[in-house]
């Protein structure tokens, strides 16, 4: 197996935090409110349907009409999408801006929707300006760990298997890379990221 030379990144709790209690701890101030509404209301499997493709439009609607006592809660959740990314997670874009100055070639690949990821992107030019690429799940409709979103991402950025390392914060997402043949790592923080990069001679320590 050859030497990996690039570096694939999830983006969600890898290079940023991200939860919906971020934006909704803003709007509900009833604590017990505020844990019913994220377990039942707009949960992660609700979401992940924009990840997949579908509209928010679509979503919110089918939504609403189920929790119609929640329904500007939930029309919320697309204009202010942005409310649910936290600050950047530390060291992870120094790291980026470490490899890419080493001249290493970067790449994501994402869940995220196609109408919520190019506005979230345009907030950080100077970091996503360092990638050479980026496959949205909600743009091409599908989504890690689907083997085809990896093969897509591959030939799309040029690159053969044994070719990249590819870091998320998942663990089905990181095993359905490495049964491709990608070296992958399961994210923990920027300390063990780099170590782990540093090993491959990615990066300094």
Do not use: C
Not at 2 to 20: C, E, M, S, T, Y
Not at 90 to 118: C, K
Not at 178 to 189: N, P, R, T, V, Y
């Amino acid at each position: 197996m050859g030497q990996p030379h690039a570096v694939i990144f999830d983006i969600g709790n890898v290079l940023f935090h991200w939860h919906p209690r971020f934006l909704y701890e803003r709007l509900i101030g009833d604590d017990q409110a505020l844990e019913a509404f994220l377990r039942d209301v707009v949960t992660l499997d609700w979401h992940f349907q924009h990840d997949a493709g579908r509209d928010f439009a679509d979503t919110s609607a089918e939504l609403s009409a189920r929790f119609p006592e929640h329904a500007d809660l939930i029309a919320a959740w697309g204009p202010r999408f942005n409310d649910s990314i936290g600050d950047p997670i530390a060291g992870m874009h120094d790291l980026v801006a470490d490899l890419d100055s080493a001249g290493v070639p970067l790449f994501a690949i994402t869940n995220f929707s196609h109408e919520f990821f190019p506005p979230f992107r345009a907030q950080w030019p100077d970091l996503f300006g360092r990638f050479r690429d980026i496959v949205v799940s909600g743009d091409e409709k599908l989504v890690k760990p689907d083997a085809a979103i990896y093969r897509l991402a591959l030939d799309r950025f040029g690159l053969r298997a044994q070719d990249a390392v590819f870091i998320d914060d998942n663990a089905a997402n990181v095993a359905g890379a490495q049964a491709l043949g990608i070296h992958s790592i399961l994210f923990k923080d920027a300390a063990t990221t780099r170590a782990e990069l540093a090993e491959l001679g990615l990066v300094g320590r």
